[in-house]
């Protein structure tokens, strides 16, 4: 489904990214993890349309999306559930829910999606009329998740959506990941908590320096001893 390949990213003079090759296919959670400033976040904000490669190609399906404006890229499938949530906090929950709804497909069936975004976030149905900066943090991370499912995507990608979260709530957000994914939506997941990240996926890459480092099951990456100093810390 999604093809990176030789993905070249500068903030200014400084590489982001270098190279990097990554896979999505059809039905995969995939992982990416890394140290903090490891470039993670950059790649999921490339793919999204959101940082401009100097070089390298993104595929989505087929098609070439390297150069696809970030507001077009839900046309072709992928949606973001971007770091930090950054829901519209003047507007209410309802509002920022149908914002997710832009491409014509999306619209077209955006009475089903909101009924399935209610049914795995009851609480957004209760809080409709709420203004979406009166939330909990786990109340807009939720918002985030449904924002970016109206857009009936394809691929979802998801920047650390466990971070400043209470355990009991990152319990419940693994769960939806894991119940979105049974739908036959793919998901590429950027996560801080590479232990819970790495159960919840297939497989991972890790990230190091911009670059590709390791690779693998994510049974396999969890027994690594890279991984288990670089990343666990063990």
């Known amino acids: 489904m999604l093809e990176v390949r030789d993905l070249d990213v500068f903030h200014g003079e400084a590489r982001a990214l270098d190279g990097v090759a990554i896979d999505v296919a059809d039905g995969e959670i995939v992982c990416i993890i890394g140290s903090n400033g490891a470039g993670k976040s950059t790649l999921v904000n490339t793919i999204a349309g959101l940082h401009r490669p100097r070089g390298g ?6 098609t070439d999306v390297t150069r696809v404006a970030a507001h077009r890229v839900c046309r072709y499938g992928l949606a973001i559930v971007p770091e930090g949530r950054r829901i519209f906090p003047e507007m209410t929950v309802a509002e920022n829910l149908a914002l997710g709804a832009y491409r014509p497909e999306a619209r077209r ?15 957004l149905r209760e809080r409709a009329t709420q203004r979406a900066g ?16 109206m857009a009936a995507p394809r691929l979802l ?3 650390e959506p466990s971070l400043g979260l209470a355990p009991v709530i990152v319990d419940e957000v693994f769960e939806v990941i894991r119940t979105i994914n049974a739908t036959g939506v793919s998901v590429l997941l950027v996560e801080q908590n ?11 890459y890790l990230l190091s320096e911009g670059r590709i480092v390791l690779e693998g099951s994510s049974a396999a990456l969890l027994a690594d001893d890279q991984v288990r ?6």
Do not use: C, K, T, Y
Request: glycine share 14%; net charge positive.
């Open 194 to 204: 590479v232990q819970r990240a790495l159960e919840l996926a297939g497989r991972g």
């Open 109 to 123: 069936g955006r009475a089903d999606a909101l009924a399935w975004v209610h049914d795995l976030f009851p609480r």
């Open 134 to 149: 009166s939330l909990s943090g786990g109340e807009q991370q939720m918002l985030a998740i449904g924002r970016a499912l």
């Open 57 to 62: 190609r993104i595929v989505m399906a087929g």
């Open 157 to 159: 990608l998801m920047d």
């Open 229 to 234: 100093r670089s990343v666990l810390g063990v």
